[in-house]
């Protein structure tokens, strides 16, 4: 009855979603017309100063009339915007005139570089192969920030991508002009005689909070490259030599008050290394870094973990976020296993030699772990990548990692060993993608892992195909992907499991228009495991869905647009094909024409529904945990960001149904995020974030009892629970407080600070024990496995981009995390946050220099 109901509400949802996009008055019918633009060669010549006044920016074409993207797409742009572009043998040069009422309305926040703020902006935009998916972005506000990004169909908008190009900015009366200078070296195209590029232009006025593209834009045309102009008069345009070096020094200053007594806790390091770009030829880049420095990235969010999967952390370091839109292809690519922690690093603590007693008694002390590194040192990694003037991108991948080993000391004689902890190991990625007409695409790719020794080796291969029709309103995409492992789990004679298994996905859709609509199927095996070099949190599944998009672009009553969304999912466990869940969902959201206050909501309902994860015993289908049926219903609001202070706001509320089975409160769960910011002005700013969560009567993995448990204690009064699942009732209040700051004393240097206190503590109520088939039964568990952890961050980064490329870099940081088990854990977060503070931290204090070299720039002068 639940599922018909389901089905016939949606139904109705679709039906007066298609009425209601079928009585819109100016429905969008396909892409703008393309503008075209012809660019001027110069001699040379070219001073940038943000002044224009070389008489070749008056004899270049101009490009103007842009259109309005955002809030009312559609209208001509009131206050022109002027955009020249010349070239020579070297540079393209972009000169662009932004007229506007007065000086004050041409905002003009500054922020650290990719950074963005209460500005307004120009951009650019090429497509240098025209294959109308891939381009390059260089964006630059009036304060000079400089931005710039990839867009492809696999990242989207990518700012982690960085290129060397330099730019000036000016206030010229009302209006505020930009010059760009991009050297070749910082694009890839072919090397055809004459070019044909995809090309666009963009201006923000933050005033209004408008934002203007020459080539329209339609928010309603799925994709944004392939609605892009065109650039010609680009003839005789070699691709350089592409090479360059940034050598790069740090010396680091570490203070670990934890040390033993036999360390130093005050200790000094210094490194040398370099990253290496070279043009193999016009389409083709190498990426090397040599001997790499991490230590400076940003610190994790650490979190207590209570679910069955692991954390997923962001990736912060440079070389794995910049120009890997080729490798995130088919999502098959996690780079933080790339010098992640040991396979090995748990297992030390069960080499160790114990305490003994000798034939007379006596005790012999036993050994302790020492040093057990907990992230792998990597040798080197290197990218090659690029896209033929076929449209053809290849993508290959590879690093080492050295061995690592773990320092095992005897208590007595402090003789040392050391452990092999993780092998000497490679890892490698090739990808092709081939580009084709109508925003469609075909891409293969392969991951492997192979580690010395005896151990495993682990290899997934993925097909990926997107076909649209020539108007690009429908789309069909799937992939077929097959992992492979091979070899014995590290330190043992076991085979390792999930030898063979595959995935497999297929949709299809309506991709473009007011009403969008797709409907998705897949199956991930019950040994499908991808997770040596990408990341799945649970396989051995079979879904499929159905959603719907309805979206107003253009201002109507007192909102500048609507959004709305919705859909049905449904799970079943592959093997042994058993029900999981259904899951229905939807919401909306809008802007306010007056005030720019964006709000929204959302919600979602499941009835029962079955958790196979949870109980965290395999082969799955054996244990599982009963969820009630549950809804959720959330808002957020966020106010207008020109504001010197604004505030985001979102919360959500989620009720359970009682469970009939056992005599227990309900389950409930409820969460408030609170985010003010303040701009004291132009240059620092704050913001502030609080987090809090409580989930009321929550059923969770409490552990297994075993005979180990008894150790040392009183026997259990129950041993029945020996071999199953336990589950506890318990309660979860989880605080989170972030500070940012923020100080830019100029468009190449900035000051940045965040703070970031998080706690959770776990209370158990009762304890269950889980029978096969999902039956539950209360029993009388003496152990207190209460707990609290806290986790303490503070990172302090100055940074000065003293030229093109070349920057120097300090940063302290500070960071410190404790637990609170039984009778010490504490809901109370005044105490959390006091124990956290007394507690001793770990503090770094470091500084790097990178410098560039360009190979065009260094060479000799000829003649």
């Not at 912060?316 to 995130?328: D, H, P, S, V, Y």
């Not at 050994?367 to 003037?389: C, D, H, M, W, Y």
């Not at 010395?452 to 108007?471: E, H, P, S």
């Not at 009778?823 to 220099?849: M, Q, V």
Request: charged content about 20%; hydrophobic content about 35%.
């Amino acid at each position: 009855m639940p599922t018909r109901t389901l089905c016939l509400l949606l139904l109705l949802l679709l039906t007066s979603a298609a009425r209601a996009a079928s009585d819109d008055p100016k429905p969008d019918k396909g892409l703008a017309p393309k503008k075209q633009l012809t660019a001027l060669r110069v001699a040379g010549g070219i001073k940038l100063d943000g002044a224009l006044d070389e008489p070749e920016w008056q004899q270049a074409a101009v490009a103007t009339d842009f259109i309005q993207n955002r809030p009312n797409p559609g209208p001509p742009e009131r206050h022109k915007t002027e955009v020249r572009i010349l070239y020579d043998d070297a540079n393209l040069y972009i000169g662009a005139i932004m007229h506007d009422v007065s000086p004050d309305s041409i905002m003009r926040e500054l922020n650290a570089r990719d950074n963005l703020g209460n500005t307004d902006f120009f951009g650019v935009f090429f497509d240098t192969y025209h294959d109308k998916l891939n381009g390059y972005g260089f964006i630059v506000t009036p304060g000079g920030v400089q931005l710039d990004a990839r867009y492809s169909p696999a990242s989207g908008e990518d700012f982690n991508w960085n290129a060397v190009w330099d730019a000036r900015t000016a206030l010229r009366g009302t209006d505020w002009v930009a010059e760009m200078r991009i050297p070749y070296s910082a694009i890839r195209f072919s090397a055809q005689p004459e070019q044909l590029w995809g090309l666009n232009f963009m201006r923000q006025r933050k005033k209004e909070n408008q934002a203007f593209f020459w080539n329209e834009v339609k928010p309603a045309v799925d994709g944004f490259v392939n609605q892009w102009g065109t650039l010609t008069g680009l003839r005789d345009v070699k691709p350089p030599l592409r090479l360059s070096l940034t050598p790069y020094v740090s010396g680091y200053v570490n203070h670990d008050p934890l040390s033993k007594a036999d360390e130093r806790r005050t200790t000094t390091s210094f490194n040398g290394g370099a990253d290496v770009k070279w043009g193999i030829n016009e389409s083709f880049t190498l990426d090397a870094t040599l001997v790499p420095d991490f230590g400076q990235v940003q610190s994790d969010n650490q979190v207590l973990n209570l679910s069955p999967f692991e954390v997923q952390f962001a990736e912060n370091r440079q070389f794995f976020t910049e120009g890997t839109e080729l490798f995130n292809k088919g999502g098959l690519f996690y780079s933080r296993r790339v010098g992640a922690q040991p396979i090995g690093h748990s297992d030390v603590e069960g080499q160790l030699r114990p305490r003994q007693r000798d034939n007379e008694g006596r005790i012999i002390p036993g050994e302790f772990v020492k040093r057990n590194p907990g992230t792998t040192q990597l040798l080197n990694a290197t990218k090659i990548s690029g896209r033929t003037s076929k449209g053809l991108g290849v993508g290959v991948f590879n690093a080492l990692s050295n061995n690592v080993y773990a320092t095992i000391q005897d208590s007595a004689s402090g003789a040392q060993r050391e452990v092999l902890t993780q092998p000497f190991s490679n890892y490698n990625i090739v990808v092709l993608d081939q580009s084709l007409k109508n925003n469609s695409y075909v891409s293969l790719i392969n991951t492997n892992v192979t580690r010395w020794g005896r151990t495993y080796d682990a290899n997934v291969t993925g097909g990926l195909f997107r076909f649209a029709n020539k108007k690009n309103e429908y789309a069909l995409d799937g992939r077929l992907v097959y992992s492979r492992r091979r070899g014995t789990v590290f330190g043992s004679e076991e085979r390792i499991g999930d030898q063979d298994g595959y995935k497999y996905q297929l949709g299809f859709g309506k991709i473009s228009g007011a009403f969008t609509w797709g409907l998705n199927q897949g199956i991930e095996s019950d040994r499908y495991n991808p997770n040596d070099l990408g990341i799945l949190f649970g396989n051995n599944k079979i879904a499929q869905n159905v959603y719907f998009n309805y979206n107003k672009y253009k201002p109507f009553w007192k909102v500048n647009n609507l959004y709305t969304y919705g859909g049905i999912e449904h799970s079943l466990l592959y093997r042994p094909t058993r029900y999981q869940n259904l899951y229905l969902y939807g919401g909306a959201n809008t802007t306010f024409t007056k005030n720019f206050l964006s709000a929204g909501f959302d919600f979602d309902w499941s009835p029962e529904t079955n958790d196979f994860y949870e109980p965290r015993r395999f082969p799955l289908g054996q244990y599982w945990v009963r969820k009630p049926a549950n809804g959720n219903l959330g808002g957020y609001i966020s106010s207008d960001y020109r504001k010197k202070v604004a505030i985001d706001v979102n919360g959500g509320l989620r009720v359970f149904a009682a469970d009939d089975r056992l005599p227990r409160p309900r389950r409930l769960g409820w969460g408030l995020n609170v985010s003010p910011r303040y701009r004291f002005n132009n240059q620092l700013s704050f913001r502030y974030s609080a987090e809090w969560s409580l989930s009321q009567n929550q059923i969770g993995y409490a552990g297994s009892v075993s005979a180990a448990d008894t150790v040392g204690r009183p026997p259990l009064r129950d041993m029945r629970l020996a071999g199953d699942p336990l589950l506890g009732r318990r309660r979860v209040v989880t605080v989170v407080n972030t500070l940012n700051g923020s100080y830019t004393f100029n468009n190449r240097m900035s000051l940045t600070v965040r703070v970031r206190h998080y706690t959770s503590t776990v209370n158990y109520h009762e304890f269950i024990r889980l029978r096969p088939g999902g039956a539950e039964e209360v029993v009388a568990y003496p152990r207190n496995r209460d707990n609290t952890y806290n986790a303490f961050n503070v990172d302090a980064v100055y940074g000065w981009w003293f030229a093109p490329g070349s920057q120097v870099s300090v940063v302290w940081k500070n960071a410190g995390d404790f637990s609170r088990d039984a009778n010490e854990a504490t809901p109370l977060y005044f105490d959390n946050l006091a124990n956290t503070i007394n507690t001793p931290h770990n503090n770094s204090l470091s500084i790097k220099i990178l410098y560039y070299l360009d190979y065009l720039a260094l060479r000799p002068k000829r003649g």
